[in-house]
Nanobody, 121 residues
Framework: QVQLVESGGGLVQAGGSLRLSCAAS????????MGWFRQGPGKEREFVSS????????YYSDSVKGRFTISRDNAKNTVYLQMNGLQPEDTAVYYC??????????????WGQGTQVTVSS
């Protein structure tokens, strides 16, 4: 049974940083795209970032490019999202996802349960 478990969310002031982690179990995702989505209050879920492996092709949404950094540790079957310069509009539930098309997809085959990120002004 595949599981994606996120951690690292929380409350931070504007301008602060958080690092999200997503540990996958049940199968390896080496050779597959992993990434992050988010859903803010009253908003639809949106793509944040993705990273392929082994090519390490990376995509970001325009809203986070330059502030967020995605990375992967395939030995640990884990994907990370380093979020710097957080702003109140980044407040959302962040979802880890795996096995998706390369690029800026709208869906994925596997999803985590989500972790809340709240940015205060």
């Amino acid at each position: 049974q595949v599981q994606l478990v996120e951690s690292g969310g929380g409350l931070v002031q504007a301008g602060g940083s958080l690092r999200l982690s997503c540990a996958a179990s049940g199968r390896t995702f080496s050779g597959y795209v992993m990434g992050w989505f988010r859903q803010g209050p009253g908003k639809e879920r949106e793509f944040v970032s993705s990273m392929s492996w082994p090519g390490r092709t990376i995509y970001y949404s325009d809203s986070v490019k330059g502030r967020f950094t995605i990375s992967r540790d395939n030995a640990k079957n884990t994907v990370y999202l380093q979020m710097n310069g957080l702003q109140p509009e980044d407040t959302a539930v962040y979802y880890c996802a795996a096995d998706m098309p390369q690029g800026r997809p709208t869906t994925a085959k596997y999803w985590g349960q989500g972790t809340q990120v709240t940015v205060s002004s």
